[in-house]
């Protein structure tokens, strides 16, 4: 895949040979990098927590559903007032490194902690980093992005986030391959990827202006907007779809439980989730562009379906824990960035991240009461049988999610939210053929 800077609207210059081939500017390729070191970091961790918590700490299922809960949503807590932060400030990058920088702390206090109160509360530190970080980051993308391709963009940045998350699980892996038991050596290799990351952010990134001196939005304005009626509909179907998008941990246990592997092959899991999301990101995004974002949003929770029934069945083997993984990895893909950039296209640029933030939490904060819920469900009836009906009421609520994503997009204002204002960006971003492979 080539990846290069396109030309300004009105620059006069004609376009290359390469002008078919999908351009993305360097701040988004910045961020892909950014995202990629960070998510070598978090997934050599989190690849081997849930086997970890209930394998050899022997937490339940219920207590695991409450850690994945706190995975899942706790950064709902702090994601609005990330997103508002950079909005308010003009300086998003600055915010989103304080989320970077929480975030690679907590790596590294995982070394002295014990118990599950220790290991819970490194975890939420974790999630805050995260929730402060992605809005401002996402706003970030939006800004440097041409309105048309919003969805390639993301497509472009998750691509390469997804492929330190396949990564992560990897050098997990060959660690405690090499040495059993190596819990330490994770933490530590997990917090030398964050705190790369971070530098790149500070010291190559740009930060151009998410809003001109006078057009900062103030809290009312910021409410209003939040609360507008183009909004209402997708937050409402995000919310409903949230509450019945299991964690990944559940159904990786699910997997393991079934077919009864070697535990040394859990984090491999996660490879083969990531590897699927990774090749699908590029090509599910530009189909958004073409044929609608909250089409290709719902048809990746038709994917989760299928991932649920698949996971449910009676008979395993390595061919349906292939396709498990592979649907898991195409829902993703379909919703990932392509929410962040169908929000983006509905706000004004001024609340751009703050709009992005809303979308975030209200998933957060109903993947929170999911996994709460289907830890419960587990325990109550067995995985089997809690993911049957965890499919059979997503397959209830799709169809009334479709209807309220139905026309929004065409509610997009073509000349305000998500239009790149070309005074704001990096000298970097104006380069007409600075392009990078990626």
């Known amino acids: 895949m080539y990846v290069s800077i396109r030309d300004r609207p009105g620059s006069g210059r004609r376009p290359g040979p390469h002008a078919v081939v999908a351009r993305v500017s360097t701040t988004v ?10 998510d070598v970091s978090s997934e050599m961790v989190s690849s081997v927590l849930p086997l970890y918590l209930t394998a050899q700490v022997g937490l339940t299922m219920t207590a695991y559903g409450f850690l994945d809960g706190v995975y899942q949503g706790v950064s709902a807590a702090v994601r609005i007032a990330g997103g508002y932060a950079g909005d308010r400030s003009s300086r998003p990058k600055w915010v989103a490194a304080i989320g970077y920088g929480v975030s690679a702390l907590s ?23 995260k929730g402060l970080r992605t809005a401002p980051r996402d706003a970030l993308i939006a800004a440097s992005s041409d309105p048309a391709t919003l969805g390639r963009s993301f497509g472009v940045h998750r691509a390469l986030d997804t492929a330190g998350a396949a990564l992560g699980p990897l050098l997990a892996f060959g660690l405690l391959a090499g040495v ?21 952010l500070v010291l190559f990134v740009p930060n151009p202006l998410t809003a001109t001196e006078g057009r900062r939005a103030g809290l ?13 509909r997708p937050l409402l179907a995000a919310g409903l779809l949230g509450l019945l998008t299991v964690g990944d941990g559940f159904l990786y246990l699910t997997l393991q439980d079934r077919d009864d592997f070697a535990a040394r092959w859990f984090p491999l899991l996660y490879v083969g989730t990531n590897v699927a999301y990774l090749v699908l990101a590029v090509p599910l995004g530009r189909l958004a562009d ?7 949003l719902v048809g990746g929770h038709l994917a989760l379906l ?35 950039a169908l929000i983006s296209r509905l ?26 819920a289907f830890g419960l469900a587990w325990d109550a009836t067995g995985p089997g049988r809690a993911l049957v009906v965890a499919a059979m009421l997503l397959a209830v609520v799709l ?40």
Do not use: H, K
């Not at 390729?29 to 960070?38: A, E, I, N, P």
């Not at 059993?180 to 790149?200: K, M, Q, R, T, W």
């Not at 395993?316 to 498990?324: F, I, K, N, P």
């Open 29 to 38: 390729v910045l961020l892909g990098v950014v995202s990629l070191l960070t």
């Open 107 to 129: 790596r590294i206090a995982m070394l002295p902690v014990q118990g599950l109160a220790a290991i819970t509360a490194v975890i939420t530190a974790d999630r805050l980093g």
């Open 180 to 200: 059993p038991g190596s819990y330490d050596s994770i933490f530590v290799v997990s917090f030398a990827f964050a705190a790369v990351g971070l530098a790149v």
């Open 220 to 232: 009312r304005r910021l409410g209003r907007e939040l609360t507008s009626p183009r909004l209402r």
């Open 290 to 296: 073409r044929v609608g974002r909250a089409r290709v």
């Open 306 to 340: 299928g991932c649920y029934l698949l996971a449910a069945g009676p008979s395993g083997g390595l061919a349906a824990t292939v396709v498990v993984l592979l649907l898991l990895g195409t829902f993703y893909a379909s919703t990932d960035g392509v929410l962040a």
């Open 347 to 372: 706000v004004p640029a001024e609340v751009r991240g703050s709009g992005i933030a809303a979308a975030q939490t209200v998933v957060a904060a109903a993947r929170f009461v999911a996994s709460l």
């Open 399 to 438: 169809p009334g999610a479709a209807w309220l994503l139905r026309g929004v997009e065409a509610g997009a204002d073509p000349n305000g939210a998500g239009t790149p204002d070309t005074a704001d960006r990096s000298p970097a971003d104006r380069t007409p053929d600075g392009g990078v492979p990626a």
